[in-house]
């Protein structure tokens, strides 16, 4: 048996554990949610912080697939709404226990694009864990088409990107995942929009922080 057999395997087994936790979890906010509503939010807490060691098997198995050789998108036209909804629908007891707002403003709802759907919804799922960390009260998607590209904005009203996130897409090669083990997520997005490519172009993420008000935002765009 190979490694990467063994680390599929092991994925797979530890994701199998995370839904099982999860679910008891849910069990437990649900008694608790009238009684202790504080305890509910905190075990929501608890849900999130599952859902990012969940994400991390996935960005391990992933860049190895990656190391081998044998990681690629398989591009199908899908609609874009139904994407973004399937990442969010995740989240969507997480976001109502904790008291935070979803929006999403669509340029066109009926916008078809072609795109890996499991590898994008994925990284929004990704995006979303880390969002839902630590936004305030709100998390805002914009989703537009712009000359030939799709751009996917998520916005939150939090404290915005460590300068470290900020500067990590200028030379992502290079970064030390033992020095900064935070930033394992964001390569891992880049290395999926950069699967997708098209007439010479190829997807890539932005990330930047809003000046006035604060808040990071989180920019996929695909050709």
Not at 112 to 129: H, P, Q, R, Y
Request: charged content about 20%.
């Amino acid at each position: 048996m190979d490694i990467q057999t063994v680390m599929a395997a092991t994925v797979h087994d530890v994701k199998n554990s995370l839904g099982l936790i999860d679910g008891q979890l849910n069990g437990l906010v649900k008694k608790l949610f009238e009684s202790d509503p504080e305890s509910a939010v905190e075990i929501r807490r608890i849900q999130l912080e599952c859902n990012r060691i969940n994400n991390g098997m996935v960005h391990m198995l992933g860049l190895y697939k990656m190391n081998q050789g044998h990681f690629s998108a398989i591009i199908d036209e899908v609609l874009v709404s139904d994407v973004i909804n399937d990442a969010i629908s995740r989240y969507s007891e997480v976001l109502k226990t904790i008291g935070v707002d979803l929006f999403i403003n669509y340029n066109d709802e009926n916008c078809m694009w072609f795109l890996d759907s499991n590898l994008i919804e994925g990284l929004l799922a990704n995006v979303l864990t880390n969002s839902i960390r630590y936004t305030k009260s709100k998390l805002v998607f914009d989703v537009e088409e712009i000359n030939g590209w799709l751009n996917i904005k998520i916005t939150d009203d939090g404290l915005g990107f460590p300068n470290q996130l900020l500067t990590l897409l200028d030379n992502v090669e290079s970064f030390s995942f033992q020095t900064n083990a935070t930033g394992l997520g964001v390569y891992f997005c880049s290395k999926i929009a950069a699967t997708h490519q098209n007439n010479g172009r190829e997807g890539y993420i932005k990330l930047s922080n809003l000046d006035e008000k604060g808040g990071a935002v989180f920019d996929l765009w695909l050709p």
